[in-house]
């Protein structure tokens, strides 16, 4: 069946500073990908996404490509806030399933 | 435009008791979904409702159910509580069936069973 698998947490750095966590899946069909995001005290939202092979997906100068050769969907950011920690979820649908399948969450503390 | 709400937002139900939740979805939006958020198993998908019709099930007994109205609300039933449901239970709505498109998350219910 389809997965996501996400590098565990808690990921910690410092302001300033370059980040990338790591979104494998598995996926039958023509996955989509995503990138939502949950902040302290907040709901979960929608951060960026990529619908097929090689797009890249970009906001609040957080980017993903959808990498169908090596089935990953890479999170980077090139300069952290201490306004971006929270935890980020990668996810999935496609259509053999029809259904948002989540990886575990990674969650990133960006100290001053 | 108003987002998407849950009532109640915090609920304690003891062993065997059934509980109710409901969901309002942006207006305009047709499809909700459920999941279940916990510490151990993290987000796990419950169900899918589209204009009135169940497009999509995880895999949850049959204790877990639902229902949409004609006005997109949408409501989840679990019935003869155990211990294992205490999580916190997100509703989303999207203008799209199927997670292709923006979901839209509601704050969550939390439900604690003792």
């Known amino acids: 069946g389809n997965s996501v698998t996400q590098m565990e947490g808690p990921v910690t750095l410092s302001e300033e500073a370059f980040l990338t966590i790591n979104c494998t899946y598995t996926?039958?069909?023509?996955?989509?990908l995503f990138w939502y995001v949950q902040y302290p005290g907040e709901g979960l939202q929608l951060l960026l996404k990529?619908?097929?092979a090689d797009d890249k997906g970009s906001n609040k100068g957080f980017e993903a490509t959808y990498r169908k050769e090596t089935t990953s969907f890479h999170l980077e950011k090139g300069s952290v806030q201490v306004s971006d920690s929270a935890v980020y979820f990668c996810?999935?649908?496609?259509?053999?399933?029809?259904?948002?399948?989540w990886g575990a969450g990674t969650k990133l503390i960006i100290k001053p | 435009k108003a987002g998407v709400t849950q009532t109640p937002r915090y609920l304690i139900k003891t062993r065997g008791q059934q509980v109710t939740l409901s969901c309002s979805p942006i207006?305009?939006?047709?499809?909700v979904s459920w999941y279940q958020q916990t510490p151990g198993q993290g987000l796990q998908f419950l169900f899918e409702?589209?204009?009135?019709?169940?497009?999509n099930k995880g895999n949850f007994p049959g204790r877990f159910s639902g229902r949409q109205f004609s006005n997109s609300r949408s409501e989840m039933n679990v019935s003869t509580l155990e211990l294992g449901d205490s999580a916190l239970y997100l509703c989303?709505?999207?203008?799209?069936?199927?997670?292709?498109?923006?979901?839209?998350f509601g704050p969550g219910t939390r439900l604690t069973v003792t």
């Open positions: 989303a709505s999207s203008l799209q069936a199927g997670g292709f498109s923006e979901q839209y």
């Open positions: 207006s305009g939006h047709r499809s």
């Open positions: 409702y589209f204009s009135e019709t169940q497009r």
């Open positions: 996926a039958t069909g023509y996955p989509s």
């Open positions: 990529a619908t097929k």
């Open positions: 996810a999935l649908t496609s259509d053999s399933n029809y259904q948002l399948i």
